[in-house]
């Protein structure tokens, strides 16, 4: 099932905790974007008050690719080499091995590392489709659809994530 958000009307998900806080984290979803030249937010572990201090798989507007973002006071990003297709399904997930490992992917494939050691600090709240941008307030909003997302406390193989993709492009 998908669920459709209008980044206009400021829709998303929260939950009022950080389902998970550290590394290993897993984040994956379908999604569809209605425009790759806006930030898109898919899904954030972070918290509440500030910009700073979270895991985070967004496509970002300025480059119009998939990132998977740990930040602290300074941010490190794994970055896909792809865009995802406008008004079609695309598949993302980002892997947070550790916290000095993330990596993107994009469509089960175009994978991206990066090294940069960087930890959060209590992230306490997960939201879909937003992020928070400073004093309780929200940005970014997810315009288009998003189905099947799930947080997982480990880090996926290469290999699980292909099967992933594989196994629901075929249901």
């Known amino acids: 099932m998908s ?4 980044a206009a009307s400021s ?21 569809q974007v209605v425009a790759v030249n806006v930030d898109n937010i898919l899904m954030t572990q972070s ?3 500030t910009f700073n201090h979270k895991f985070q798989m967004h496509v970002q507007g ?12 300074t941010t490190a990003t794994a970055i896909t080499t792809v865009s995802p297709k406008i008004g079609v399904w695309n598949h ?8 000095s490992s993330r990596s993107i992917y994009l469509n089960g494939g175009n994978k991206v590392t990066d090294s940069t050691s960087k930890t959060p600090t209590a992230p306490n709240r997960t939201l879909f489709g937003a992020q928070y941008s400073g004093a309780g307030t ?5 315009d288009g659809f998003m189905a099947e ?5 480990i880090d996926l193989t290469d290999g699980e994530v292909a099967n992933a993709v594989a196994h629901m492009a075929n249901a």
Not at 11 to 20: R, T
Not at 62 to 73: I, K, P, W, Y
């Open 92 to 99: 993302g997930c980002a892997v947070f091995a550790s916290i």
């Open 3 to 6: 669920r459709k958000f209008i």
């Open 47 to 49: 918290t509440v008050d």
């Open 138 to 142: 929200k940005a970014g909003f997810l």
């Open 149 to 153: 997302a799930a947080i997982w406390n």
């Open 62 to 73: 300025s480059d119009t690719f998939l990132h998977a973002e740990t930040q602290s006071t």
């Open 11 to 31: 829709q998303y998900f929260e939950n009022g905790a950080a389902i998970l806080t550290a590394a290993p984290i897993t984040m994956a979803c379908w999604f």
